[in-house]
């Protein structure tokens, strides 16, 4: 016990901490996002209808279980590593690092969502009342458990090149399935919630509430057990995924950028990260592409290869800082080779594969051949050529591959910035292939060679930009990879300083963002060009044939001038923290 209360209280100095500074916006964006969730919870369990609480359950109880998987990792703010040299026997330890995991938001914005289990209690009787206290505890300790475990396995998993080709399958499917959750529920309306839903863990509340109280007697041994298996996982040794032994062949390359590209083809073959991302964004396109064809519409399956490239590159985006502190290989060889040979290793990794399912795709689905044809060029040029430039202009700072230990997936400490780089990618290369895509759906086949020369603009000019910036500041690029801070400008403008309420209003205009420009717009956009109608969420399929277009086009512009927005208002807020003059100024 006290073990648990010691690593408890550790972890709330730590959490009171970490609520400050450049984490609190996103942390209350997050926080905000949840509890709006967790009262859409709370209101469907006073409206009574058990079988709907059953299912959203199954959904939060999957998001605990995957979403840490799909992110690399869950909370690591107390490592197991951290008390290794202590000596606590692995049940003492499993306990006291469970006890700590209740401490956070995520267990808050879960606990506040099972107490709909209360709220279904009390329209019950009051044994149905008295009876959901225990199971919310115990429904909640089963939803960390299983985060746990099921990290754990991941961890072991991808010591192997099997292992992260396995997670990188099952991460990317489940992912897909999410993003296309329409599809299931128009399922669900057509034909009710299925029934093996009632007995999943994450209904055994509600059945203990109900006066099955071999449901709550489940819910202790399933908890206990889980503990149990998460003990065992803590009492595996910790360490970098073991290597083949076999000999390496020697790089035979006779140029500079030949050389350079064997290195990054060996690197994608043998790094397992790099192996679970290609293959995650390969399954998340063909998944995303292939799950309405439950509902019998192959509509979507052409964009599985687009989708892949976006994936792709959304995933790899972070190239440089992925290699950490070997960056300093790169400043002995300042004559652009390195940029030109990791963009043809890109495209020797992504292009093949997403020409295949782009191809299979449309063919299956009988075309659009002009649009797919002008997408693809367009986007692998575009993509090829926005990963090097923001790897080196908005370069996160990573763990050095050799120190990752028991999570290959764990490529930076700073995972906002991760995700803030992603989205970024995601629009700038649907941006630049839009375009061509709308050339093909105004003028058809003559899309395909104006896509081909703006892939190959974008592949020579935004490397030519990136190879410039790396020649010019690889210095402080290497600074920021060693200290993780980046290094300030010697000369900033004198703004005045924006209060706090407007710096964490910058984190939720990103947020916001998203929902004109990807959901209402880039993915309507599909929907519209397949000629759908009345698809669940989407505006645009709502509207008058002549107004479809126009409300795409207008969501697509609202998305990027919110992100314009926010954008701007960090980058002022990024300035005034780093002049001297109101760094220096006395409070008001």
């Known amino acids: 016990m006290a073990v648990a209360l010691t690593l408890a209280r550790m972890k709330a100095t730590l959490l009171r901490h970490s609520l400050r500074g450049r984490q609190q916006p996103m942390t209350l964006t997050g926080l905000t996002i949840g509890l709006l969730l967790a009262g859409g919870t709370l209101h469907l369990s006073a409206t009574g209808d058990l079988k709907l609480l059953a299912a959203v359950y199954a959904l939060w109880m999957l998001g605990w279980a995957l979403g840490p998987v799909a992110m690399g990792g869950s909370d690591e703010t107390l490592k197991p590593e951290h008390f290794a040299l202590l000596g606590l026997k692995p049940h003492r330890q499993a306990t006291g690092l469970l006890a700590a995991a209740f401490v956070g938001l995520a267990p808050l914005v879960s606990l506040t969502a099972l107490l709909g289990l209360l709220v279904s209690g009390i329209r019950q009787d009051l044994a149905g009342a008295l009876t959901a206290v225990p199971a919310i505890i115990l429904q909640l300790a089963l939803f960390v458990l299983l985060s746990k475990v099921a990290v754990g396995l991941l961890r072991l998993a ?92 020697p790089i035979t390359a006779t140029t500079a950028q030949g050389a350079i590209v064997a290195r990054e083809l060996r690197t994608w073959s043998r790094d397992l990260a790099r192996n679970y991302q290609i293959v995650f964004a390969l399954c998340f396109g063909i998944c995303f592409g292939a799950t309405p064809l439950l509902l019998g519409w192959p509509g979507m399956l052409p964009y599985a290869g687009p989708i ?86 908005g370069l996160v700072p990573g763990i050095d591959p050799h120190k990752r230990g028991a999570n290959p997936l764990r490529l930076s400490d700073d995972n906002s910035g991760l995700t803030g780089l992603t989205y970024l990618t995601l629009a700038l290369a649907a941006a630049a292939a839009a375009p061509a895509a709308l050339l093909a759906l105004r003028y058809g086949w003559v899309a395909v060679p104006a896509g081909l020369v703006s892939g190959l603009l974008c592949y020579w000019g935004l490397g030519l930009l990136a190879a410039q910036r790396l020649a010019a500041r690889a210095p402080e690029l290497l600074h920021a990879m060693r200290t993780g801070r980046k290094p300030q400008a010697p000369a900033a403008p004198r703004l005045p300083a924006l209060p706090a309420r407007a710096q964490n209003a910058e984190w939720v205009g990103f947020a916001l963002a998203a929902v004109p420009l990807f959901p209402q717009g880039v993915v309507a956009a599909f929907f519209v060009a397949a000629g759908a109608e009345r698809h669940t969420w989407f505006l645009a399929t709502y509207l008058r044939q002549d107004l479809r277009w126009p409300t795409v086009i207008g969501m697509i512009a609202l998305g990027l001038v919110m992100f314009g927005a926010a954008w701007y208002r960090k980058r002022r807020s990024a300035v005034v923290a780093a002049s001297p003059s109101v760094a220096s100024s006395p409070p008001a």
């Open 158 to 249: 991808l010591r192997s090149r099997i292992g992260a080709v396995a997670a990188g399958v099952i991460n990317g499917a489940v992912l897909a399935a999410l993003c296309q959750i329409w599809v299931f529920l128009a399922l669900f309306d057509q034909h009710g919630i299925p029934r093996f839903v009632a007995y999943l863990p994450s209904s055994w509340g509600l059945r203990a509430i109900r006066g099955d109280y071999l449901a709550l007697a489940g819910l202790a041994l399933l908890d206990l057990l889980l503990l149990a298996v998460w003990a065992g996982l803590l009492a595996k040794p910790a360490g970098a995924p073991p290597t083949s032994g076999r000999p390496r062949r």
């Open 308 to 393: 892949f490239i976006l994936m792709a590159a959304g995933m790899t985006v972070n190239l440089y800082g992925a290699d950490g502190t070997a960056l300093w290989l790169t400043i002995t060889n300042p004559d652009g080779s390195d940029v030109r040979g990791r963009q043809r290793a890109w495209l020797a990794a992504v292009g093949p594969a997403a020409a295949v399912v782009t191809l299979a795709g449309t063919a299956i689905a009988g075309g659009p051949w002009p649009l797919m044809l002008a997408l693809l060029p367009a986007l692998l040029g575009a993509a090829a050529g926005l990963v090097p430039l923001l790897a080196v202009y």
